[in-house]
């Protein structure tokens, strides 16, 4: 079993629409999650940290089910510029390597 | 502005030749990695470093070779044992273990 899974999707949606993705994390003791955006050919970019049960931004929801040991990522109102891949990300507790990446969940919004 | 500096952007190496990707920033943080990002694949730790003149291999290390000097800097050596190297070299940093990493924008590399 993978650390961090993600689905690979890809997800196509028209704008406007809400989209949610689910990340399952294998560590129970993981502490801190976050989820990166990619867009194609360049680095990840941290859209927001998850430390409790949960963060809002904006249009962007997470939420982190301990006893189930899964994230959610929710986008509400679509725009064209959300399409890119996002990473789910967990901290690996009793590992020098600090974080662990899942390969990520490909997001198109189609006009 | 602070942040990390990857280069070159591109980077091509000739058969049994060793190259050598940049990696700097100046976060002032302890902790520095490097992964490798095959088209339309997560990303691969290769090395990483937790504090200066130590480092430890990661899940792909064979064919590369890292060194951590400065604190500042984490430079990373594709060599000649490394006989796929062409891909996206992502480095990055993280201030402690619960803070996310930062990256720098990468170095695309490709064999002539």
């Known amino acids: 079993r993978k650390e961090v899974e993600q689905d690979p999707g890809p997800f196509n949606v028209p704008e406007g629409a809400t989209v949610a993705f689910n990340c399952t994390y294998s560590?129970?003791?993981?502490?801190?999650f976050f989820w990166y955006r990619q867009d194609c050919r360049k680095e990840p970019k941290l859209l927001m940290s998850?430390?409790?049960s949960g963060n809002e931004d904006g249009r962007f929801t997470a939420q982190l089910n301990r006893a189930s040991q899964y994230i959610s990522l929710l986008i509400r109102d679509s725009k064209l510029s959300d399409s890119a891949t996002y990473l789910c990300?967990?901290?690996?507790?009793?590992?020098?390597?600090?974080?662990?990446f899942g390969s990520g969940t490909q997001l198109t919004v189609l006009p | 502005d602070g942040g990390i500096t990857q280069s070159p952007k591109y980077l091509f190496r000739k058969e049994g030749q060793n190259v050598t990707l940049s990696c700097e920033q100046n976060l002032n943080h302890d902790a520095m990695y490097w992964y490798r990002q095959d088209p339309g694949q997560g990303l691969r730790l290769i090395y990483y470093?937790?504090?200066?003149?130590?480092?430890q291999k990661g899940d792909i290390a064979e064919g590369y070779s890292v060194s951590r000097e400065k604190k500042e800097s984490f430079p990373l050596t594709v060599t000649s044992a490394q006989k796929n190297p062409t891909a996206f070299y992502l480095c990055a940093s993280q201030d402690s273990k619960i803070q996310p990493q930062h990256f720098g924008d990468g170095t695309r590399l490709s064999i002539l």
């Open positions: 998850v430390y409790s």
């Open positions: 560590n129970s003791a993981s502490q801190s």
């Open positions: 990300v967990a901290d690996t507790p009793g590992s020098a390597r600090q974080l662990t």
């Open positions: 470093s937790q504090i200066v003149n130590d480092f």
